[in-house]
């Protein structure tokens, strides 16, 4: 090398500068890029883990309403047993023990699955659970309570499946 020439591999001190100034807004540069990906990650995790709360919700739900629509077709059978319960009276006979048999085991089978009995008579009045038909007069009634119940209703899983079609005690 001849020494007559200047030295072009050391930087003068305001290229080192400008060098050092560059790797510096480099580097700043990488470091917001570094946060705008993890904050993006961590937002396309918590995304992903709200969406797999609400499938297995979803999945939950379906589970426990599925035969939603079998229960709901059943509900004349009840209504047709507790129908023939009363006409057959109050008096034992094999009939009404045959009758009384069948719809205890209908009702046990579909409590297994949800189902559950609404029978309001003597209790206050529900909006969310019972339909009045009508209002009467009933001495030793507390008012607004239910005195008569024309056709009885079901729950689902605590959703209500078909309500209570009830008289009420005036006020």
């Given amino acids: 090398m001849n020494q007559d020439q200047p030295d072009t591999a050391t930087p003068s001190p305001a290229d080192a500068a400008a060098e050092g100034s560059s790797l510096q807004q480099q580097l700043e540069a990488l470091q917001n890029e570094v946060a705008l990906l993890r904050s993006e990650s961590l937002r396309e995790r918590a995304d992903l883990d709200n969406q797999r709360k609400r499938v297995a919700r979803d999945v939950e739900q379906a589970r426990r309403f599925a035969n939603e629509k079998l229960l709901g077709e059943l509900l004349p059978v009840f209504d047709s047993l507790d129908a023939g319960l009363n006409a057959a009276g109050t008096e034992a006979s094999p009939l009404r023990e045959g ?73």
């Fill in 99 to 171: 009758l009384e048999l069948t719809y205890k085991q209908l009702l046990k089978v579909a409590a297994d699955n949800g189902l559950t009995l609404l029978d309001p008579t003597g209790q206050p009045f529900n909006p969310e659970h019972h339909q009045a038909i009508s209002q009467v007069d009933a001495p030793g009634a507390a008012p607004g309570s239910v005195v008569q119940v024309f056709q009885k209703g079901y729950l689902l899983n605590d959703r209500l499946l078909r309500p209570a079609l009830v008289v009420v005690a005036r006020d």
